[in-house]
């Protein structure tokens, strides 16, 4: 039990670590030219889908006990892998 306590918390601190870095993507488009803004919001709008995939990834973790949990957990390293590639992602594209 404690291991799977110790992931929920690792996670939840990821994805608030992501929200912040999406926010601040979204601050260096909103300063940027209009040009970037149009390239840029549609990866962005993209990175909000899977932060709220990810979200809703960990309510389920929540939720889920025994081997039921194994599957969420499965399913949870799978999006919040494409979350942090998306934001790893948005990062090179925004320098």
């Known amino acids: 039990m404690e291991l799977q306590e110790a992931y929920k918390q690792k996670m939840a601190a990821q ?7 999406i926010n601040l993507l979204e601050a260096k488009v909103e300063n940027a030219g209009a040009g970037m803004r149009v390239k840029r919001a549609e990866q962005l709008h993209e990175l909000r ?3 709220s995939a ?3 990834k960990m309510k389920e973790l929540e939720k889920a006990s025994g ?8 399913t949870a ?6 979350l942090k590639a ?10």
């Open 49 to 51: 889908a899977k932060q």
């Open 67 to 74: 081997e039921a949990w194994e599957q969420v957990k499965e």
């Open 86 to 95: 998306g934001v790893a992602d948005a990062h090179s594209k925004f320098k």
């Open 15 to 21: 994805l608030k670590e992501w929200g912040a870095q």
């Open 54 to 56: 990810a979200s809703e």
């Open 77 to 82: 390293d799978k999006i919040w892998d494409d």
